[in-house]
């Protein structure tokens, strides 16, 4: 059974940084392309960031370009959100999620973490 198991969220001031991690008990982690959501308290799940698993490119929203990096560590089962320059509206619950040998970045995930709070103060 997959399981993935996001840490590293917490409270932060605006303009701090956070590392989010996500552990995938996955045996062939690297044949997944691995992604970051997040949704906040009224508003619906909104992609962040998705790293593929066959060329380990990336994407990101809009939103966080610049101020986020994906990146992942295959030998660890790992996908790891630097999260730099955050603001208030960056708070929310920020879900890992995983899909085997997908081409795109934003849709039908298959896997879905628990999901851990990142709360920025102004």
């Known amino acids: 059974q997959v399981q993935l198991v996001e840490s590293g969220g917490g409270l932060v001031q605006a303009g701090g940084s956070l590392r989010l991690s996500c552990v995938a008990s996955?045996?062939?982690?690297?044949?997944?392309?691995m992604g970051w959501f997040r949704q906040a308290p009224g508003k619906e799940r909104e992609f962040v960031a998705a790293?593929?698993?066959?060329?380990?490119?990336?994407d990101y929203a809009d939103s966080v370009k610049g101020r986020f990096t994906i990146s992942r560590d295959n030998a660890k089962n790992t996908v790891y959100l630097q999260m730099n320059s955050l603001k208030p509206e960056d708070s929310a619950v920020y879900y890992c999620?995983?899909?085997?040998?997908?081409?795109?970045?934003?849709?039908?995930?298959?896997?879905w973490g628990q999901g851990t709070q990142v709360t920025v103060s102004s």
């Open positions: 999620a995983a899909k085997y040998r997908s081409a795109d970045y934003y849709f039908a995930y298959y896997y």
């Open positions: 790293i593929r698993w066959s060329d380990g490119n990336t």
């Open positions: 996955i045996r062939t982690f690297s044949s997944y392309t």
